[in-house]
């Protein structure tokens, strides 16, 4: 059974920085050579929910949003288990749920669409105050 929990929200004044943690369970080590492809996605309320940043297992290479790129930092921890984003300069517009979602048996996602992705986490909040 995948499972993926997410760690390491929480609240945080605008231009300090947060490091989530997501650790995942349930894939085998074929899984991981083939590739698997980890993502952070947020949701604040009345929004869809937003694709943030992806690392996939097969050679490491990562893709960022926009909104995120240069301010987040998206690495694998070296057994790959786990994955965490580190969030620095943070803005009033980052507080939502981040999710950690995953998808395998792929060697990189270029579109951070929901879609694309099979599992996901319960979500951990973050609040950034101004």
Not at 23 to 51: C, H, M, N
Not at 69 to 82: D, E, N, P
Request: negative net charge.
């Amino acid at each position: 059974e995948v499972q993926l929990v997410e760690s390491g929200g929480g609240s945080v004044q605008a231009g300090g920085s947060l490091r989530l943690s997501c650790l995942v369970s349930g894939f085998t080590d074929y899984d991981y050579t083939k590739g698997i492809v980890t993502g952070w996605f947020r949701q604040a309320p009345g929004k869809e929910r937003e694709g943030l940043s992806c690392i996939s297992s097969y050679d490491g290479s990562t893709n960022y949003a926009d909104s995120v790129k240069g301010r987040f930092t998206i690495a694998s921890g070296s057994a790959k288990t786990a994955v965490y984003l580190q969030m620095n300069n943070m803005k009033p517009e980052d507080t939502a749920v981040y999710y950690c979602e995953v998808t395998y048996g792929t060697q990189m996602v270029v579109e951070l669409e929901e879609n694309e992705f099979d599992y996901w986490g319960q979500g951990t909040q973050v609040t950034v105050s101004s």
